[in-house]
């Protein structure tokens, strides 16, 4: 019994590490989304969503939830953020609309094909989330006319928050095997329980050139949304 209790402390101990540097390397990545140019003078394209959504694919949707929850709050209280609680509430409520829905999905399908339907799903829950929220939020957030908020929501906030979505989806599926790889290689994460078959290595390639082009594209789309092009 003591054993029991003593390897279940080491795990939880491990996990509790890894979680918390799961956080540190998503608000590193925060940070320096920072340095990307903004749409329309306040929307920012963050890819803390990737680092999120990792821990959420070993751990679950209640630790990826934690986790969004923490750094959100880190992101208020930083020096270069200016946008209060009401901004930490609608960055939490964005971010836990793509990665705990995707996270969800893959616990109860663990495969491939559940990583990109759960994320694609992700991608969509973001979407029609942010649209609600702009809406009832932007007016009294960014002293915006609802009018003039109305009039962004397909212009602005749809293709915004569709491309921040799938950088997101693909970055995840691009990042997710080779961080996974190395950080349970170093011990800091448990082995697959998965009993699923392993993806072919023609199929898996081919999952990697399609993310590697919806990748490009949303970078080019992310940069006519900002004016670059």
């Known amino acids: 019994?003591?054993?029991?209790?003593?390897?279940?402390?080491?795990?939880?101990?491990?996990?509790?590490?890894?979680?918390?540097?799961?956080?540190?390397?998503?608000?590193?990545?925060?940070?320096?989304?920072?340095?990307?140019?903004s749409v329309n003078g306040f929307l920012d394209f963050d890819f803390k969503d990737v680092v999120l959504c990792i821990g959420g694919f070993v751990y679950g949707p209640v630790s990826a939830l934690l986790m969004i929850v923490v750094v959100c709050i880190l992101e208020m209280l930083s020096p270069w953020s200016d946008t209060g609680y009401v901004g930490c509430i609608m960055n939490i409520v964005a971010t836990a609309s793509f990665v705990c829905t995707a996270c969800a999905i893959?616990?109860?399908?663990?495969?491939?094909?559940?990583?990109?339907?759960?994320?694609?799903?992700?991608?969509?829950?973001?979407?029609?989330?942010?649209?609600?929220?702009?809406?009832?939020?932007?007016?009294?957030y960014q002293q915006i006319p609802r009018e003039a908020v109305v009039d962004m929501l397909p212009t602005i906030f749809l293709p915004f928050n569709a491309v921040k979505g799938g950088l997101n989806m693909t970055a995840t599926l691009l990042l997710y095997k080779p961080i996974v790889s190395a950080l349970r290689k170093a011990k800091l994460m448990p082995e697959s329980t998965s009993h699923a078959a392993p993806v072919g290595a023609k199929k898996h390639l081919g999952i990697t050139i399609a993310a590697l082009f919806v990748f490009v594209s949303c970078v080019l789309f992310a940069m006519s949304l900002q004016g670059i092009i």
């Open 106 to 140: 893959y616990k109860r399908h663990h495969t491939m094909k559940g990583a990109v339907i759960g994320l694609a799903a992700g991608v969509v829950m973001l979407i029609a989330v942010m649209l609600a929220w702009n809406y009832i939020i932007t007016p009294g």
């Open 1 to 37: 019994m003591d054993a029991v209790k003593k390897t279940g402390t080491r795990m939880d101990t491990k996990k509790l590490a890894t979680l918390s540097m799961l956080v540190a390397l998503a608000f590193v990545v925060m940070a320096l989304s920072k340095l990307l140019p």
